[in-house]
């Protein structure tokens, strides 16, 4: 269980730096009309939210993206 979390997290904290979330936030600071330090808040703000949910063993939905959940296997 403590690895499948510690994997999820992993997960969590490199989609950080990855060149997807640098988009995501160039595109909120555009159209939201805020700086990129504002925007970069608000998307960590967001992945750590999720990631401290499914820590928790909850579930996150992004409706029109999917749903994440944590799951035992074994």
């Known amino acids: ?7 999820i997290a992993a997960i969590l904290h490199f989609s950080r730096s990855c060149h997807e979330q640098k988009l995501l936030v160039k595109a909120l600071a ?3 009309n805020i700086s990129l330090d ?7 703000t967001f992945v750590d939210s999720m990631k401290d949910s499914l820590l928790e063993g909850g579930r996150v939905e992004i409706r029109g993206f999917g749903s994440f959940k944590v799951k035992e296997y074994g």
């Open 38 to 44: 504002e925007a970069t808040l608000v998307v960590n």
């Open 30 to 32: 555009d159209q939201a």
């Open 1 to 7: 269980h403590a690895v499948g979390l510690m994997y």
